[in-house]
């Protein structure tokens, strides 16, 4: 069974760092791109970051370049998304989820986890 698991989600005051853990199961992460995704109340789910660990491949949102870092760690079969100068706009709830392809749209991911809230204080 595919699960994917967020965590490391709370409260964080702008300027400050935090990172996000997707644990997944069921597969593999070097069969498989991981993409994280955020939703901020009443407004639609956007794509921050994904990441295809079997050839290195990244993107990032313009929004998030230079401030957000993805990763893997094939071994715990879990992807990090670290957040550093973290503005209030960051601010929303953070999912992962898996797709066979790298990209920043959230259709083509067939699996998601249930997300992990992310706040930011001014």
């Known amino acids: 069974e595919v699960q994917l698991v967020e965590s490391g989600g709370g409260l964080v005051q702008a300027g400050g760092s935090m990172r996000l853990s997707c644990a997944v199961s069921g597969f593999s992460l070097e069969d498989y791109a991981i993409g994280w995704f955020r939703q901020a109340p009443g407004k639609e789910r956007e794509g921050v970051s994904c990441?295809?660990?079997?050839?290195?491949?990244?993107y990032y949102a313009d929004s998030v370049k230079g401030r957000f870092t993805i990763s893997s760690d094939i071994a715990k079969n879990t992807v990090y998304l670290q957040m550093n100068s973290l503005k209030p706009e960051d601010a929303a709830d953070y999912y992962c989820a898996a797709g066979f392809l790298c990209l920043l749209a959230p259709g083509p991911y067939d699996n998601w986890g249930q997300g992990t809230q992310v706040t930011v204080s001014s």
């Open positions: 990441i295809r660990s079997e050839d290195d491949i990244t």
